[in-house]
């Protein structure tokens, strides 16, 4: 691995950073607060460890897959470690809880360990929502899409920041491929500010949680999140964008390009809409016969926290005290998570998707032993390669949460307590049940706790393999061809 390579990379993620910190910077000079001198720190923090960066580092013509791993899972550490520093240098948060923030901001978990916003000035709410709107999309994926850099052998950094299953490309040439997504991304944001202010939504609110939904965080300015407006038509709008947002970003280009019957062809988007309409049917029939609510408030509450818990963690109501099978339900919701190419995390609807295909596929061939049964995803056919790293990462991923609940009993937490945490930081979500419930933060969890979930909410945004790999031995070798 050429570390020269990796570090000139890094600079440039570090100038990204500091540049990104000059935003709130501004803002907090414009309204006179306090965080204007942490902001200002922090940028130059992060530029003189750009230039530090730069200072080992060189450009190269190609980068090896090897190199697109370390770039990838060293850029996210690096980011988030920058990304602390308003909260750690403004005297806001302690070092591990800054770190928990920031982590919790650029994989878009939304949760945080914050016990109150209320007395937070506003360029920190801004700067913590630009986190969950740049890790949304992806650091590595804008940092393509507005910093040329190596040619097609960014497809390794591409791939390793992980979006699904398979390689869904739409353009040839990969900048162009994820410039148009950015560009969908700008305008999904952009779209959701102006519908948020036509609710009634002050500018600078709207533009916030905009750009906390789109990057499917569930990041809000208020402490009762979107309990706050009391607006149905803020609510309705929101589950709309949220559900948007757990699309694939691919798929809306090709519907661009090729018109609406782009998403007739896609088994997965088709599934996921599948998935959404059931749950929220099956939680407002549960709502009403369970607990008596009426259906039109059932209703509500349901449109409302089915996709958000899908793919955001925005909350509109108190579902701690919902009936269990409602609770069950949207807990298998957060582990199923949003579709491939989207800015939500967990299995991905594509995932799950191949796993009922092939495990149809075994079942027909058991039947038959000569029968050839091919899977197949969008039309085409899935080789046997991909379905067995889909069958990999579905092992990890339930491996990771068993041993992520089992770490967090062991510092006292409830069996389901812990379950429903380990699922939520896992799928990045943000809100669950018991101890970190609807109207609860993550303040009151010990360090131990803290830190076990910062690494589960980096597994679950970089998709496991990117993080595991980097503890294989044969990855540091420099002898190791890769």
Not at 113 to 142: D, E, K, N, Q
């Amino acid at each position: 691995m050429n570390i020269y390579t990796v570090n000139y990379i890094l600079s440039r993620l570090a100038f990204a950073v500091a540049a990104s910190l000059v935003i709130p910077l501004v803002l907090a000079i414009v309204y006179h607060e306090s965080s204007r001198e942490a902001f200002m720190l922090s940028a130059l923090v992060s530029a003189f460890l750009g230039l530090t960066f730069r200072r080992y580092g060189r450009p190269a013509e190609e980068l090896t897959a090897r190199e697109g791993i370390a770039i990838t899972a060293f850029g996210w550490m690096t980011g988030t470690f920058l990304g602390m520093l308003p909260y750690l240098l403004g005297g806001y948060l302690g070092f591990l809880d800054a770190l928990f923030e920031s982590i919790s901001g650029f994989t878009g978990t939304g949760a945080t360990v914050f016990a109150t916003l209320a007395p937070l000035p506003y360029s920190i709410l801004f700067w913590r929502m630009m986190t969950a709107w740049i890790g949304g999309l992806g650091i590595i994926v804008i940092f393509i899409a507005l910093l040329p850099q190596s040619g097609a052998s960014t497809i390794y950094m591409y791939n390793a920041e992980g979006a699904g299953p398979t390689m869904d490309r739409v353009m040839p040439r990969l900048r162009d491929m994820t410039m148009a997504l950015f560009k969908i991304y700008l305008v999904f944001t952009a779209a959701a500010t102006a519908v948020y202010m036509l609710c009634g939504v002050e500018p600078g609110i709207a533009v916030t949680h905009a750009m906390s939904t789109i990057g499917t965080c569930g990041f809000s300015t208020y402490d009762d999140s979107a309990m706050h407006f009391h607006s149905i038509a803020f609510e309705l709008w929101t589950a709309f964008f949220m559900f948007l947002a757990g699309g694939s970003f691919s798929l809306y280009y090709r519907v661009w390009i090729k018109g609406p019957s782009a998403v007739r062809r896609n088994t997965e988007f088709r599934t996921y809409l599948f998935i959404v309409l059931g749950a929220i049917l099956l939680v407002t029939l549960n709502l009403t016969l369970e607990m008596g609510l009426d259906v039109p408030t059932a209703l509500r509450a349901a449109v409302f926290q089915v996709p958000s818990l899908s793919t955001t963690g925005f909350v509109s109501a108190d579902f701690e005290v919902w009936p269990t099978f409602s609770k069950l339900l949207l807990l298998t919701l957060m582990i199923i998570g949003g579709c491939a190419g989207s800015t939500a995390s967990g299995i991905k609807v594509a995932r799950v998707v191949l796993l009922f295909r092939n495990a149809r596929a075994i079942i027909l061939q058991k039947l038959n032993p000569h029968r050839v049964v091919d899977v197949s995803l969008n039309g085409s056919r899935v080789d046997s390669a991909a379905l067995l790293r889909v069958g990999t990462f579905f092992f990890l991923y339930l491996l990771i949460i068993f041993i992520t609940a089992l770490l967090l009993t062991a510092d006292g937490l409830l069996p389901f307590d812990a379950l429903a945490v380990a699922v939520t930081t896992l799928g990045n979500i943000g809100p669950a049940f018991g101890i970190v419930s609807a109207t609860a933060t993550y303040a009151p969890l010990s360090d131990f706790v803290k830190a076990v979930l910062c690494l589960t909410m980096l597994l679950g945004r970089l998709e496991i393999f990117t993080l595991l790999i980097l503890l294989r031995p044969s990855f540091w070798r420099k002898t190791k061809r890769w």
